[in-house]
């Protein structure tokens, strides 16, 4: 069982360049989520979808774009990258809500 | 100020020696309240989830909850090398099924053999 996996692991991309982080759950999950974490500022929420077809904004979505492709998937594009979104990106998926939340093993990212 | 504030530490302990770990938080609707521990250059995962006001306890670690003073602290008893990580506190407003995660900002512990 993978649970919740995420690919790229690291990436570095020049600013302005575009990229879709890819996240997929196995645990036949209703809601999925994307988070940032940076030093000093905690796991902030970037976009959700409380089930498939729905996606919503989280704390700090201006920069990012999301698409739940269907109930397994849930990825996440940054259209032109900046170096304020140098950060580490974590998935997670949930079955009734955010307070049992499981998250995949985060995708470094990198913007110069 | 934010919502959750949790002091980052670094905090090291002998090993055996019981750990408290502290969050204080501003708003009184949170309602459920989560410990996550994240090893380095992994995910967190979920460690315990309690509601209500009290202690719930899960074998070596147990998470108290104080509404009425806004603080809610986990303990681990015993503690181990391999308790060393960053442990993060978190809370849920739920709505009507709207739901709102906030996290600390989290506390790095390390066990010392």
């Known amino acids: 069982n993978a649970g919740v996996t995420q690919t790229p692991k690291f990436q570095v991309l020049k600013t302005g360049q575009s990229m879709t982080l890819q996240c997929a759950q196995d645990?036949?999950?209703?809601?999925m989520y994307w988070y940032r974490q940076d030093p000093g500022m905690g796991l902030r929420l970037i976009y959700y979808?409380?089930?498939?077809?729905?996606?919503d904004k989280g704390e700090v979505p201006n920069g990012y774009n999301v698409s739940r492709l269907n109930k397994r998937e849930f990825s996440l594009r940054l259209e032109s990258a900046a170096p304020s979104q140098t950060s580490v990106y974590f998935c997670?998926?949930?079955?009734?809500?955010?307070?049992?939340?499981?998250f995949g093993q985060g995708t470094r990212l990198t913007v110069v | 100020q934010k919502e959750v504030e949790q002091d980052p530490g670094p905090l090291s302990v002998p090993e055996g020696a019981i750990v408290s770990l502290n969050c204080t938080y501003s708003?009184?609707?949170?309602?459920?309240f989560m410990w996550y521990r994240q090893y380095s250059r992994k995910g967190p995962e979920l460690l315990m989830y309690?509601?209500?006001?009290g202690n719930k306890e899960d074998g070596r670690f147990t998470a108290q909850v104080d509404k009425s003073s806004k603080y809610i602290s986990l303990f681990i008893r015993d503690s181990q090398p391999s308790d060393s990580a960053t442990y993060l506190c978190?809370?849920?407003?739920?709505?009507?099924?709207?739901?709102?995660?906030?996290f600390g900002t989290g506390t790095r512990l390390t066990i010392i053999p």
């Open positions: 997670a998926s949930s079955i009734r809500g955010l307070t049992e939340a499981f």
């Open positions: 645990m036949n999950h209703n809601s």
């Open positions: 979808s409380a089930s498939e077809g729905t996606t």
């Open positions: 708003n009184s609707a949170f309602q459920y």
């Open positions: 309690t509601y209500s006001s």
């Open positions: 978190a809370m849920v407003i739920s709505n009507f099924g709207n739901e709102k995660l906030t």
